[in-house]
């Protein structure tokens, strides 16, 4: 009897783990954008997405965003276009399924203050098929600033778009970001795990009756 309830007991654990231990990993742009140009030098628009200004390092794909962005911050170069509007394009290298986005300002006064946040078929704005995943509104940066969050419902994309509303500064000043990542979406338990779940609790139910 000892036997079978330690083998059910091993069962429910393996698969409760399996169901409850859903990975939502952060993920890095390949590239970045703008349909404007790129403002260049020490603000170029690749500092948005090379991790240059976070207080530490994160391997895309691996380290888990939500630990993560609760104790990084940003105080180092931003990326800038020279705006003022218009928007900035990211290519995620292949179609992931996310369900958010963190960002770290910039301290500049044409830090984003209002935008909007489109999945598309293609890099470049207006070529594609967009869809809007959500108006959004960010603070400014004062310096060692933690992540803003930003979610939105799951989508699998690979093509991200956002158009710049507004400024810190209002409309008309030159737009940038600090820095910008991707939260993967949590995976949706599989059916087989569930099923095995159900046969374990009703195991221990028929070994209780007995």
Same mark, same amino acid.
Do not use: C
């Given at each position: 009897?000892?036997? +079978?309830?330690?083998?059910?007991?091993? +069962?429910?654990?393996? #698969? #409760?783990?399996?169901?409850?231990?859903?990975?939502?990993? +952060?993920?890095?742009?390949?590239?970045?954008?703008?349909?404007?140009?790129?403002? !260049? !030098?020490?603000?170029?628009?690749?500092?948005?997405?090379?991790?240059?200004?976070?207080?530490?390092?994160?391997?895309?794909? #691996?380290?888990?965003?939500?630990?993560?962005? !609760?104790?990084?911050?940003?105080?180092?170069?931003?990326?800038?276009?020279? @705006?003022?509007?218009?928007?900035?394009?990211?290519?995620?290298?292949? =179609?992931?399924?996310?369900?958010?986005?963190?960002?770290?300002?910039?301290?500049?006064?044409?830090?984003?203050?209002?935008?909007?946040?489109?999945?598309?078929?293609?890099?470049?704005? !207006?070529?594609?098929?967009?869809?809007?995943? &959500?108006?959004?509104?960010?603070?400014? @940066?004062?310096?060692?600033?933690?992540?803003?969050?930003?979610?939105?419902?799951?989508?699998?994309?690979?093509?991200?778009?956002?158009?710049?509303?507004?400024?810190?500064?209002?409309?008309?000043?030159?737009?940038?970001?600090?820095?910008?990542?991707?939260?993967?979406?949590?995976?949706?338990?599989?059916? +087989?795990?569930? =099923?095995?779940? &159900?046969?374990?609790?009703?195991?221990?139910?028929?070994?209780?009756?007995?």
């Amino acid at each position: 009897m000892k036997n +079978i309830y330690r083998s059910i007991f091993a +069962i429910v654990a393996t #698969v #409760v783990i399996s169901v409850n231990v859903q990975a939502t990993p +952060i993920h890095q742009a390949s590239s970045v954008t703008a349909t404007t140009a790129d403002f !260049g !030098g020490s603000f170029a628009l690749v500092n948005m997405i090379n991790q240059s200004g976070l207080s530490a390092g994160y391997t895309s794909g #691996v380290t888990d965003f939500t630990s993560y962005t !609760g104790s990084t911050t940003h105080n180092g170069l931003e990326g800038f276009s020279v @705006g003022p509007d218009g928007q900035f394009s990211f290519d995620l290298g292949s =179609a992931l399924n996310i369900d958010g986005l963190a960002l770290w300002a910039s301290t500049n006064i044409g830090s984003l203050a209002s935008f909007d946040l489109y999945a598309d078929t293609d890099q470049i704005w !207006g070529n594609g098929v967009g869809s809007l995943l &959500g108006s959004f509104n960010a603070l400014g @940066g004062v310096g060692s600033d933690p992540a803003q969050i930003f979610s939105f419902a799951a989508t699998s994309t690979q093509f991200l778009h956002i158009d710049i509303l507004s400024t810190q500064g209002g409309i008309g000043f030159q737009p940038g970001i600090g820095e910008i990542a991707f939260r993967g979406a949590s995976e949706v338990p599989e059916p +087989i795990s569930i =099923a095995l779940l &159900g046969l374990g609790l009703a195991g221990i139910g028929f070994s209780r009756k007995r």
